[in-house]
Each structure stands twice: as structure tokens, then as C-alpha cells.
């Protein structure tokens, strides 16, 4: 457990521009207790997490908000950073594409513009990640984003399905 606070403390220090003010230690202690509970309550792996941390990981921003303390709502970004892309024990090669392509999926599938789509799915998070953990590779039609995000996740699906 100590190695994981440690590990939180590092990518809190590491991602600063997260929570657009200084942290007190009391925050930082706060963050990190939250932070296990998104995990252990995502993974089960622990005890499951009160209202807040529900409301994190169901996506419900207004129930989020409305649980959040100020420390929590500075926070925010950073969970949710933590509920998708963090986890203590490395995922394999196969988990975290099937992870990227779900994040994807929703992205896709989201009533954001064609061109926000575009900006979340040729990320370092999305399709960068993608082509770091496999030989991926897909026809680019270069017409338009919404034509560029069907290409890239028509091959993403394709190679996820192999």
C-alpha cells in the first residue's frame, strides 16, 4: 500500500497543472485516500467507495460535483485521469488495448464534434498509445475528421477482434 502512495504522490507532483492551485499536505493526503478508493473500487480490490467516488466512476459529473469538496473539485481532472488510465499493476498488452478501445468507442460514439472526436482519439493517450503497444496500422482517407475517426477505429476494431 505504501509503494502505491508513493507512486500517487509522484504523478500528483508530476501532474500539477491538474488541479490549478497550490496543495496542502492535507490535500495531498486527501487526493491520494480518494484516488486508492477509485481503485480499489473500480479493480475491487478493497472496500467500495462512498457516493463521490461512485459518481467518478459512473461518469456522472453532475452527482460528482455535487459530492466534491473544494479539494475534490480541484481534483477532479485528476481523478478521472486516475479512473482511466491508472492502474497499480500493469494491465497486458491485450487488457490495455481492449481498455483504449472502449475509452475510444465512447468517444466515438459521444455527442462531441467530429473535430473534438478527432483531438481525443489521435491523442498520447489513444492512438499514440496504440501504435506504442502494437503494429497497427490503417488507411488514413485524409477527408474529413469524422471520416479519419471511423478509418482509425474500423482498423482499431479490426485489430482488437484478431
Same mark, same amino acid.
Given at each position: 500500500m505504501e509503494d502505491l502512495r508513493e507512486t500517487l504522490q509522484k504523478r500528483i507532483e508530476e501532474n500539477h497543472h491538474f488541479f490549478y492551485s497550490h496543495l496542502t499536505k492535507e490535500d495531498i493526503d486527501q487526493i491520494i485516500n480518494i484516488s486508492i478508493s477509485i481503485i480499489n473500487t473500480r479493480d475491487q480490490t478493497g472496500p467500495e467507495g462512498g457516493h463521490f467516488v461512485k459518481a467518478v466512476l459512473d461518469n456522472d459529473l453532475d452527482e460528482a460535483v455535487d459530492r466534491a469538496d473544494s479539494t475534490c473539485i480541484r481534483a477532479l481532472p485528476f481523478f478521472i /485521469? *486516475?479512473? /482511466?488510465? !491508472?492502474? $497499480?499493476? $500493469? +494491465?497486458? &498488452? @491485450?487488457? @490495455? +488495448?481492449?481498455? *483504449? !478501445?472502449?475509452?475510444?468507442?465512447?468517444? &466515438?460514439l459521444s455527442d462531441m464534434s467530429w473535430e473534438e472526436k478527432y483531438d481525443h482519439i489521435f491523442s498520447d493517450e489513444i492512438s499514440n498509445r496504440v501504435l506504442q503497444l502494437t503494429d497497427f496500422d490503417y488507411y488514413d482517407p485524409d477527408t474529413s475528421y469524422e471520416d479519419d475517426v471511423w478509418a482509425f477505429m474500423n482498423a482499431f476494431r479490426d485489430k482488437i477482434n484478431e
Open positions: /485521469n *486516475i479512473k /482511466n488510465y !491508472f492502474h $497499480p499493476t $500493469p +494491465l497486458s &498488452t @491485450e487488457d @490495455e +488495448l481492449q481498455t *483504449i !478501445f472502449n475509452r475510444a468507442t465512447k468517444i &466515438t
